[in-house]
């Protein structure tokens, strides 16, 4: 048997088992995480839509409350001689927009006194002997029953009128609740969705539908008797849905619970959806795993007849990269493309240490400028200072003689300000070169920073910046040499307030996270092009005017010997921000 023939054999038969298995179990449980899911989905919108119909049920049912109680009812007393409760009818439905059709006040004999429509006064309000009294915490004092002959496009409330000037009741007041808003409110839950709406009364008379179900072909009042209704919360379930002309249903069935002080009647709301738009992603799915499983297999076969020719290739690439970077290439070459993960991970290695021995190259070449920065210091230390110092003295010696003009005074103190720059220079030099070991004693870095802008912040005044700090809440404690951190954040807000001018901004900030303390020095200046960031640590070089370039060299160097980390970046203000990094036990 062949290399080609027996992984053509091993992976055929591990992906047909491996996505056999995989596709069923992964079926069944997409369905039945789909089913729980649409069906919670469901049982949530039908409880909603009920609230909706209760809240609607409730508004009316108190806004009748209300009105019943105002002096204007007493009106049916004197039949509405001067139309005044009419008036007051017709302007509650004109407010109510199309809610109501009509609002009626009959008085005790059900004789129409004042009504919304003029043209039904004097008639007889229609006869209903089957009233359903709303619950509440007042039973009996609102009652809603289908208007006569309406083939329920309409609900009717009634509520009695007390008699406020003795006994018993005047009449009643009646309110015609036209269907169409609750039709209205069902079609706009749904919208043109796959799910339909039903409303059911206590006994499963079907009162109102969504337009889904309105608009099929042969619909009639239906009485779902043999229907799950909960008797109270919510359920979900599987239903033949033949008696509203649908295949298999998937329900989400609520009942009214009512509205505050409103009980709710015992309605019901189904929320129904075909299984067959339901599980629709479901077999969709199972076709694409089908044809995936066959795309896999031709894949498989054509791989696995190619990946023997193939093993060989990642070596052979790998040599000949070897081969051009020991040769001397101008350019890295690029990494050989292939698909054998342990040759790709020894081409990141490769690349890795290549990367390590140009970053060695760098730092060899930068100690070697120290070093010379070191022998330069020596000298000068040896050949400047001593001449220096009897420079100096010898001015402080003669800045002392009587009968000095203001010039020969003025040059002398030229003398001594330049003496003291130049011993200033020497002695960077000699830190740049030699740096001190630090003594590493546990600090408070809010302390140190605090110290540093108070010794700084006259300096920034006179120079019209704002200097703040934006320290961390959090306790900040670093190993260092108090001296030589003192030493970093002088330099880095100098170097700050150097670039940036009148009415600009230098800001100090700390961040603590798991494993660092952050500190970052930022200010509103010119900032430092991308260009040249490699370059700001470097040994004499400046972009100060008047600057010897080893300020940002010596800071390097102090955060380096703390473990830390210095990066340079923008600031938010689009100047220059400098962040410190030290890690933390």
């Known amino acids: 048997m062949t290399t080609r023939s027996a992984l053509l054999r091993l992976l055929a038969w591990m992906l047909l088992g491996t996505v056999t298995v995989v596709g069923a179990l992964s079926f069944y449980e997409f369905r039945r995480a789909l089913q729980s899911e649409i069906a919670g989905n469901l049982d949530f919108g039908a409880s909603t839509v009920m609230q909706r119909i209760d809240i609607f049920m409730f508004s009316h049912v108190e806004n009748m409350l209300v009105w019943r109680d105002l002096e204007v009812m007493q009106d049916i007393r004197i039949n509405d001689v001067d139309k005044r409760l009419s008036h007051f009818l017709s302007n509650l439905r004109a407010g109510q927009g199309t809610v109501y059709r009509s609002l009626l006040c009959t008085d005790d004999g059900g004789r129409i006194v004042a009504a919304s429509d003029p043209a039904l006064i004097g008639q007889q ?38 008699n406020a000037f003795g006994k018993g009741t005047i009449g009643y007041l009646y309110v015609l609740v036209d269907w169409d808003t609750i039709r209205t409110l069902l079609d706009s839950a749904v919208d043109k969705g796959n799910r339909s709406l039903l409303l059911l009364d206590r006994d499963g008379q079907v009162i109102a539908a969504s337009r889904s179900l309105r608009d099929r072909p042969g619909s009639r009042p239906l009485r779902l008797q043999n229907w799950l209704l909960p008797a109270e919360g919510a359920v979900s379930y ?76 990642p070596i052979v690439a790998l040599t000949e990269f070897a081969r ?45 400028k120290l070093a ?27 800045q002392r003689q009587p009968n000095l003009g203001e010039r020969e005074r003025e040059l002398i103190g030229f003398i001594i300000s330049e003496t003291e720059r130049l011993n200033r220079l020497v002695t960077m030099l000699l830190e740049c070169a030699r740096p001190t070991s630090p003594d590493f004693r546990p600090h408070d870095l809010h302390a140190i920073i605090d ?22 809440t959090v306790e900040m404690v670093l190993d260092c040499d108090r001296e030589q951190m003192m030493q970093v954040f002088l330099n880095l807000i100098l170097n700050a307030l150097s670039f940036v001018g009148p009415g600009g901004r230098v800001a100090v900030s700390t961040y603590r996270d798991a494993d660092a303390i952050w500190i970052s020095v930022v200010d509103d200046g010119p900032g ?21 370039g080893l300020g940002l060299t010596i800071v390097q160097q102090i955060v380096q010997v703390h473990g830390g980390e210095i990066n340079i970046s923008e600031s938010a203000w689009g100047g220059a921000a400098f962040n410190l990094r030290f890690r933390t036990p």
Do not use: C, N
């Open 528 to 548: 430092v092009p991308e260009s040249l960031r490699a370059r700001v640590f470097d040994p004499f070089f400046s972009r100060r005017e008047g600057g010897i």
């Open 238 to 313: 599987i239903h033949d849905g033949r008696a509203l002309g649908y295949g298999e249903l998937l329900v989400g069935a609520a009942t009214s619970s009512g509205y505050q002080q409103y009980k709710g009647l015992g309605w019901h709301i189904l929320m129904v959806e075909p299984t067959a738009v339901s599980f629709g992603p479901i077999w969709r799915l199972l076709w694409a795993m089908l044809a995936v499983l066959l795309l896999t297999l031709l894949t498989g076969i054509w791989i696995s007849s190619r990946v023997a020719s193939r093993i060989s290739r």
């Open 451 to 472: 110290s540093v802008v108070g010794l700084l912040a006259s300096r920034a005044e006179d120079a019209g910046v704002a200097l703040t700090r934006e320290t961390s």
């Open 372 to 398: 010379v920065v070191g022998e330069m210091a020596a000298i000068m230390a040896h050949e400047v200072r001593t001449p220096m110092g009897i420079v100096r003295s010898s001015a402080q010696l003669l």
């Open 125 to 162: 309000v229609p006869v209903v002997s089957s009233w359903m009294p709303i619950p509440g915490e007042r039973p009996g004092t609102v009652s809603i029953a289908p208007v006569p002959g309406s083939t329920a496009q309409a609900a009717m409330l009634r509520t009695p009128i007390a």
């Open 324 to 368: 051009q970077f020991r040769q001397g290439a101008a350019q890295l070459p690029a990494v050989p493309e292939t698909a054998i993960s342990e040759v790709e991970e020894l081409h990141h290695a490769y690349v890795e240490m290549i990367g390590a021995l140009e970053r060695s190259r760098e730092q060899v070449v930068r100690a070697g």
